[in-house]
Structures are given as structure tokens and as C-alpha cells.
């Protein structure tokens, strides 16, 4: 609970300092995303000024799982370039079999679903002159088929625009 506290006030903050002028920088972009979870190739694809699309291929040990998102995009700190994002989507993917044998256990686990709810909150740079954006979020994630649970993950995404 402290946790969604958290995130709605630092989501409440952002869009406080926010300016929603036109915040697109480019149209589509493709690149890698590193996450809590999942490493991955990330695609983005702008809708209109300040909505997009994004899907997110991830692997992980022992599987993978497929990110999609909708986000909003807003120009943050009054700086060309630099832009502040929010959305949901969700997620679809499994973790194959595995034997944890790790302090002498020999624990032995099922192939598993992982479907769920994520959501998005970060900032994200898009260099001037440069076809490159680098981004930075939070992740919060709920897992159904394996839980329920939450949790919170960090991102860090390269991506090359055009």
C-alpha cells in the first residue's frame, strides 16, 4: 500500500511541473530495454502528439513474456526534448522447467503463465541532432496467473528514433 502511495504522488508531482505542449520528438523508434525482469527489444509508435504505443519482447531466465503499453507523453521541466510518461497495458509470457539447486536444495519447478496488469511512470531523453532517445522508469507490475502480487521494477531503454 505504501508503494501506490508513493507512486501516485510522485505521478500527482510530475504532472504538476508538466507542460503538455506537443511533447512527440519523433514518430517510431526501436532499441533495447532493460528491466527488473526482462531484457528485451523495445518498439514504440507515436499515435498522435502525446500518445503511444509500446511493446516490449523480454527474456528472462528460464522464458519470456511480451509487454504491451499505452502511454501519454508530456514535455517535462520546460526542456525540448526531455519528456515525462505515464500509462498501462499488460503482460503475456512463461518461465519453462528448472531444478534450483542452489544451499543443497534440489527443487525441481513447473513451466508457469505469467499474465498480468504493468504499468509505466519515467522520463525519457531524446538527444537533439542525435536519432537516439534514453529513457528511465519505474514499472509497476501485477502478476495473476503466478500470484496475485505486486511489485515495482526499475527501466532503462536506449532507443534509436526516425
Keep these: 500500500m505504501k508503494k501506490l502511495i508513493t507512486i501516485t504522488l510522485v505521478l500527482f508531482c510530475f504532472l504538476l511541473i508538466t507542460n503538455r505542449a506537443a511533447a512527440q520528438d519523433y514518430k517510431m523508434a526501436i532499441g533495447l530495454k532493460f528491466g527488473g525482469y526482462e531484457n528485451g527489444i523495445s518498439g514504440k509508435y507515436f499515435l498522435n502528439q502525446t500518445s503511444a504505443l509500446e511493446a516490449i519482447i523480454g527474456l528472462r531466465s528460464h522464458g519470456a513474456a511480451l509487454t504491451g503499453l499505452y502511454e501519454f507523453h508530456l514535455q517535462a521541466f520546460n526542456v ?21 539447486k542452489s544451499f543443497g536444495n534440489d527443487n525441481y519447478y513447473r513451466s508457469k503463465v505469467l499474465i498480468g496488469a504493468d504499468g509505466v511512470l ?40 526516425f
Excluded: M
Design 80 to 100: 525540448p526534448g526531455l519528456n515525462f510518461y505515464y500509462g498501462a497495458g499488460g503482460h503475456l509470457g512463461g518461465v519453462g522447467n528448472r531444478v534450483d
Design 122 to 161: 519515467g522520463l525519457e531523453y531524446k538527444i537533439d541532432r542525435a536519432p537516439i532517445a534514453i529513457s528511465l522508469d519505474l514499472n509497476p507490475r501485477i502478476e495473476f496467473a503466478t500470484g496475485p502480487f505486486f511489485d515495482l521494477a526499475p527501466g532503462l531503454g536506449l532507443k534509436y528514433t
